[in-house]
């Protein structure tokens, strides 16, 4: 259980928010913590909802046509954040 313990939430990019609501109605699930901090190495802003990280990497104001790619050395063999063209819908 995860009452009354301080919590560390991280993600890699923070966008809409959406993916940190659905985070933490998750934690819930186990429990009432003291606190829950939120860690971001990017975040790119356009949120719809109002969630606030309390520790960001890097700020990255980008367009809506552009996504910001994450990479890490375990997973792709370098460590290393892009900004590319998002792909258009059609």
Not at 10 to 17: A, H, S
Not at 59 to 69: A, D, L, M, R
């Amino acid at each position: 259980a995860i009452d009354e313990k301080n919590i560390v939430l991280i993600d890699d990019v923070l966008y809409t928010g959406r993916t940190v609501r659905a985070a933490l109605d998750a934690l819930m699930d186990f429990g009432r913590p003291a606190r829950i901090y939120l860690a971001v190495l990017v975040d790119r802003g356009h949120r719809e909802l109002p969630i606030k990280p309390d520790f960001v990497g890097k700020n990255i104001p980008t367009s809506i046509g552009e996504e910001v790619k994450v990479k890490f050395s375990e997973v792709d063999d370098e460590d290393a954040v892009y900004l590319v063209e998002a792909p258009q819908n059609e």
